[in-house]
């Protein structure tokens, strides 16, 4: 199925006050801004798209407004509207009821399926993480994405033509809450707190497993090219030699010991060195057969180094990025740890990355999610990617994203209150509050 992509966004009676028209019309690679004062709905407006595109109606049947219309790429549009108590799906195939989805008692029921909230009053709800108070409705919004909860959840009747759609969108959000874990239901108790996994521990899981993955599938690479390569090299020494010359095996051996520099560093490959096993030699004692055989050996192993040059690509924007704002440290990548952080004047101390200041790990999370689960040709919601950003950090921003743009190619929708990341990038801005007037 092609992804279809959104291209413009039309919100009518946004918390019973504000109309919006936003195109969405962004190009691979591109950036659009979004930004206004507080209380405007730039995280809302985030929230929306990705409700959308994950199916999740809840959020419609919760949010106040009167009618939102998404435009879609070939032709296709979706509006959901409140009428009354209502909310319907319209679209070419037809219109679904959506309001009264999920009925009060499984709502109830789920929200104390949570690990971590507890009931106070009758529709009141702690946190026992932060101690943070919720209404019924904050809880909801704030859990029901929640594989466990969503067991619990009355869900709408399928509609294939609205499934379609759905499936065909590639949507990829980054929230605020970058610094613990929202899905942390493994969580154990400790004293009066809750003991609960650091984003930032999640990103170099998802690094040392992609590390893992790329080598094991290189290593099955080996083990078909090492069956077939008696079976080719006799096809290649009955053929003729003269293709072959000692300058191709030895700008082979070059490029060899350059990709082994390049993934050792990476944390991609082992320390054996290769290409360094092979003896030196000249072109005078290097003849015929030998020619042929090296020749073989040396394609063989540059062929598997191709399995690794897609994610070497990600791994070394991903330190050369962090690194670039990095102060007093360094990070690099291993396929024991994933992330190994240490003092830059002090090489063998390593830094836990729970040690890690808060804007360190807003750094590492945001960063490694672009590129380590952000797609191609998806639309990549970042809200307010300059929380607890140094104006230096965030002024570097948006070129850091570029290059990651380069890398993983996508296209993205920031919202923002930072006249310091957007710099000169003005031409990008949606200014909801100009909307407004």
């Known amino acids: 199925m092609s992804t279809r992509r959104i291209e413009r966004l039309e919100i009518e009676g946004l918390f019973g006050r504000f109309n919006y028209a936003i195109d969405l019309k962004v190009e691979k690679g591109g950036v659009k801004i979004l930004t206004a004062p ?7 407006i985030l929230n ?37 108590e209502d909310v319907f799906v319209d679209g070419s195939a037809g219109r679904v009821r959506l309001s009264r989805m999920i009925k009060n008692e499984r709502r109830r029921f789920g929200l104390r399926r949570s690990p971590y909230l507890r009931r106070i009053d009758s529709e009141l709800w702690r946190d026992e993480r932060t101690g ?17 909860l969503n067991r619990y959840v009355e869900s709408p009747k399928k509609e294939g033509w609205l499934d379609d759609i759905i499936k065909s969108l590639s949507v ?13 239901w493994g969580s154990r108790r400790i004293g009066d707190g809750v003991e609960s996994s650091l984003r930032v521990n999640e990103v170099a899981k998802r690094v040392k497993s992609n590390i893992q993955k790329e080598i094991m599938r290189q290593f ?28 191709y095996v030895k700008d082979a051996m070059n490029r060899v010991k350059e990709k082994e520099a390049r993934f050792v560093g990476l944390g991609l490959a082992p320390e054996t060195g ?29 062929n598997k180094f191709k399995l690794l040059d897609g994610l070497a690509g990600r791994l070394e924007v991903f330190c050369r990025s962090i ?50 689960k952000a797609e191609e040709n998806s639309l990549v919601l970042i809200d307010e990617p300059e929380i607890s950003f140094h104006p230096e950090w965030q002024e570097k921003f948006l070129g850091i994203l570029e290059n990651i743009q380069r890398e993983n190619k996508f296209s993205a929708l920031i919202s923002t209150h930072s006249p310091i990341l957007i ?15």
């Open 323 to 372: 690194n670039e704002l990095l102060s007093f440290k360094s990070i690099s990548t291993s396929a024991d740890k994933g992330i190994v952080v240490k003092i830059s004047d002090k090489e063998k101390e390593e830094v836990p990355l729970e040690y890690l200041s808060s804007g360190e790990q807003h750094l590492i999370v945001l960063i490694g999610e672009l590129l380590f």
């Open 172 to 184: 990829f959000s980054i929230s605020t809450n970058r610094l613990k874990s929202d899905t942390d």
């Open 220 to 247: 099955e690479e080996g083990r078909q090219l090492e069956a077939s390569f008696p079976a080719r090299l006799i096809a290649a020494l009955s053929a003729s030699s003269e293709s072959t010359s000692v300058k």
């Open 48 to 84: 929306i798209i990705d409700s959308f595109a994950r199916g999740k109606y809840s959020y419609f049947s919760q949010e106040r407004f009167d009618k939102i219309n998404f435009i879609l790429s070939e032709g296709v549009s979706v509006s959901f509207v409140r009428e009354g």
């Open 38 to 44: 507080n209380g405007y709905g730039k995280s809302t």
């Open 423 to 437: 710099g000169d990038r003005w031409d990008s801005v949606i200014e909801l509050a100009l909307q407004c007037k």
């Open 274 to 302: 290769s290409a360094g096993k092979i003896p030196s030699f000249d072109a005078d004692s290097l003849k015929g057969a030998g020619v042929i055989v090296l020749r073989t050996y040396l394609d063989d192993i540059l």
């Open 132 to 148: 943070e108070v919720l209404d019924e409705r904050e809880a909801f919004l704030r859990y029901d994405y929640y594989d466990e």
